[in-house]
Nanobody, 114 residues
């Protein structure tokens, strides 16, 4: 019954910024690790960032220094602030609880033009 809803994607030029949101319903958000993932056309879904219950963040090398993951437990929401976007960041972005088995949401499309 847990539902994940991603939002905030869009079209942006290289070097621009976007902030993605992940709203979770039907879950105990504050005690769960949250991760962001992305899937580009023709590629497998890959891990982007994770934030644990103590708000410690981890990032894939490809986004380190450009993306920031955060969470607001009172709102059951996680965020991904994306700066200095590159065309290779173009993908559908998803959030989830790692290894939880929770169904993936519909994701939000991020398109970076050059």
């Amino acid at each position: 019954q847990v539902q994940l809803v991603e939002s905030g994607g869009g079209l942006v030029q290289a070097g621009g910024s976007l902030r993605l949101s992940c709203a979770a319903s039907g879950s105990i958000f504050s005690i769960k690790v949250v991760g962001w993932y992305r899937q580009a056309p023709g590629k497998e879904r890959e891990w982007v960032a994770t934030i644990n219950t103590s708000s410690k963040a981890f990032y894939a090398d490809s986004v380190k220094g450009r993306f920031t993951i955060s969470r607001d437990n009172a709102k059951n929401t996680a965020y991904l602030q994306m700066n200095s976007l590159k065309p290779e960041d173009t993908a559908v972005y998803y959030c989830n609880f790692p290894t939880s088995g929770v169904p993936w949401g519909q994701g939000t499309q991020v398109t970076v033009s050059s």
